[in-house]
């Protein structure tokens, strides 16, 4: 059975008793959650932005500079770069399928990855979109934004601010990248906007109650929008390689601790209806990317010193780090209150706990 290359902050490939960093990561996938097969046909479409914001095409020894073949399309790095292969991945295809076979692959362990998409035009996300293991019953659909300067990459650190917060919770999510621009879209012709997925995690501070009127489409969430709050990565994998995004797990640990531990069957409304919703109030636009929501019964609070690592099948995943100047501290392991709560329809999440000192 194959694990995933550790490689600092990320695995994104499978390759035979891998260790790394001093740890064999292998032994912490349970054997049926490892990814499946993927085809031969596909295999090599896994995206990613390195160093400087190179465009990068992901092997299994390593990840090719991609900037020469992008370079009659653009010459921009980062976020640019990455939406013009989206555009014009047809007409690259034959390049990228010559180059993935004869090209010259950097060491994994030589590059830095950085976030596929840094900067979408949009972040959008799903709200209340899990039926918690089968205790909700799918509830009115509802969704947000966070801000466009939130994305951080592997081995990024999250900031948490000095407001007032309850708590600050991690939410593990499958991620969406759009690959086609549209509005008012048909559920039946979802997928035909779908580019890839990767992995992201909605870091979310739960403030002190107030007054609640219930808006399906709520614009920018303040607290969800600090800079920072947008981890992503560790690469953008296109759809033909997921057997079926609504059946994937998705697995979040703090310092090695498992936390979140959920399928994408138990979503409320499938990502062909969140597409759908979305759209009919917002413009998508090509890298723009939808978040697709989390299940409640894994979180649990994010505090200075805490590295945190998602991961889903087919995916990889990354690390990151968490910082608070202020060194709040709160209980570990998972918020039970606001899993109750949750999963009881009892009250929103973080409304219970507050900072232990």
């Known amino acids: 059975m194959k694990g995933f290359v ?58 090719i500079d991609l900037s020469k073949i992008i370079q009659p399309i653009t010459s921009e790095t980062g976020q640019k770069a990455m939406e013009a292969i989206i555009s014009n991945s047809k007409n690259l295809k034959s390049e990228l399928e010559h180059i993935e076979k004869s090209g010259n692959a950097l060491s994994i362990s030589n590059v830095s990855l950085l976030a596929p998409l840094p900067q979408p035009n949009k972040i959008f996300c799903m709200g209340g979109n899990y039926t918690e293991f089968g205790h909700r019953e799918p509830g009115p659909m509802w969704g947000f934004q966070k801000s466009n300067n939130t994305v951080i990459g592997p081995g990024g650190t999250v900031n948490l601010p000095p407001e007032d917060a309850n708590i600050f919770h991690h939410e593990a999510e499958l991620v969406l990248v759009f690959g086609r621009a549209g509005k008012n879209i048909n559920e039946e012709e979802a997928f035909d906007y779908v580019f ?123 690390s990151f780090n968490v910082k608070d100047s202020l060194k709040r501290r709160w209980e570990k392991g998972i918020d039970e209150e606001t899993a109750e709560d949750i999963r009881e329809g009892t009250g929103g999440p973080g409304r219970r706990k507050r900072p232990i000192s």
């Open 196 to 318: 890839g997925y990767t992995c992201g995690v909605d870091v979310s501070a739960r403030m002190l109650g107030g007054s609640f009127k219930f808006q399906p489409w709520r614009g920018i969430s303040e607290h969800k929008s600090y800079p920072t709050f947008a981890p992503m990565g560790p690469a953008l994998v296109t759809k033909d390689e997921i057997t079926d995004p609504q059946n994937v797990q998705i697995r979040l640990t703090v310092d090695g601790q498992l936390r979140g531990n959920f399928n994408t069957s138990d979503m409320a409304h499938s990502i062909a209806k969140s597409i759908a919703f979305v759209s009919q109030f917002e413009n998508i636009n090509i890298g723009d990317v939808l978040y697709t929501g989390t299940n409640h019964q894994g979180l649990g609070a994010m505090q200075d010193g805490d590295n945190i690592n998602i991961e889903i099948d087919q995916l990889g995943g990354f």
């Open 6 to 63: 550790v490689c600092n902050r990320y695995y994104i490939y499978p390759i035979i008793n891998c260790q790394g960093e001093g740890r064999e990561f292998e032994s912490r996938l349970p054997l049926q959650n490892l990814p499946r097969k993927i085809s031969k046909e596909s295999e090599n479409m896994k995206f990613v932005l390195f160093n400087n914001g190179t465009p990068g095409l992901l092997r299994t020894d390593g990840v």
